[in-house]
């Protein structure tokens, strides 16, 4: 998975809605100790440094050397390179030992995740008790009828191109295997319903779509689906490339603890 996203990094770093605050406070609220922090798949490390302003220190951990190049200096964060070809006993050495870290997070990233491993890992590393894990994306964006209608025929040209593990963000991470009891977030089969509300303009969306991995799959295939035409509906129903609106991404979560 590395090598999809190192192709998107510098698009990633411009496209992602921003986390509220509130989520943050949220996990620390419900946290016995704020000692130590994982985020997995932390990208450019946007929810790593939201984090850190509840945590004394965050290891931020990726498999893509490319996007932690681009990572948001923070001086409570470290990040981490951490290939596939590392163990499962080295993750642990590395991020603390076992029963040593208060709050694991994973945003728009843990449908990638080898979650068996994942979740083995997260057992090991979890205070007992009191420590938190928490994961959450993003699948749609609201902006108006007109618009959405276009956007929904746009992301059916798209669905050929998607890894199958961008079903589960199709779905809401409604099947997502999430084996920890739920903490008031959403837990297994339940996740929790949340609103990203950000103002943007056409030109950063465009940015956005061009940083999804189908595109970037159809793209080396010799298809091009951002299109002039469909470009222009979008811009049109926007209402003009440099016009600001404020859109909503949708959003969900789910949050545990350590079965008993």
């Known amino acids: 998975m590395a090598g999809l996203f190192d192709k998107q990094a510098d698009l990633y770093v411009d496209a992602r809605p921003d986390y509220p605050k509130q989520w943050y406070k949220w996990l620390a609220d419900r946290t016995n100790g704020h000692s130590l922090a994982w985020d997995a798949g932390t990208g450019n490390g946007q929810a790593a440094i939201e984090v850190a302003e509840h945590y004394e220190q965050v290891i931020a951990t990726d498999v893509s050397q490319s996007?932690?190049?681009?990572?948001?200096?923070?001086?409570?964060?470290?990040?981490?390179?951490t290939p596939l070809s590392v163990s499962e006993d080295d993750m642990v050495k590395l991020l603390g030992g076992e029963n040593s870290v208060d709050l694991i997070t994973v945003a728009q990233a843990v449908h990638?995740?080898?979650?068996?491993?994942?979740?083995?890992?997260?057992?090991?590393?979890?205070r007992k008790p009191g420590g938190v894990i928490a994961v959450w994306c993003y699948n749609d964006v609201v902006v108006s009828p007109e618009f959405d209608q276009i956007m929904k025929r746009f992301h059916d040209t798209t669905l050929p191109y998607w890894h199958p593990n961008i079903q589960h963000v199709f779905e809401g991470y409604r099947n997502l295997s999430f084996p920890f009891d739920g903490v008031g977030l959403g837990s297994e089969g339940e996740p929790l319903a949340l609103d990203i509300p950000k103002k943007l303009s056409f030109d950063g969306f465009l940015g956005m779509l061009r940083s999804w991995s189908a595109v970037t799959t159809a793209s080396e295939k010799g298809v091009d689906l951002l299109h002039d035409e469909i470009i222009q509906e979008l811009e049109s129903a926007w209402g003009g490339s440099k016009s600001i609106r404020p859109v909503v991404y949708k959003a969900f979560m789910l949050a545990g603890k350590l079965r008993v």
């Open 67 to 81: 996007q932690l190049q681009r990572a948001v200096h923070h001086p409570r964060v470290k990040y981490q390179h």
């Open 112 to 126: 990638w995740f080898d979650l068996p491993r994942f979740y083995s890992i997260a057992r090991r590393l979890l």
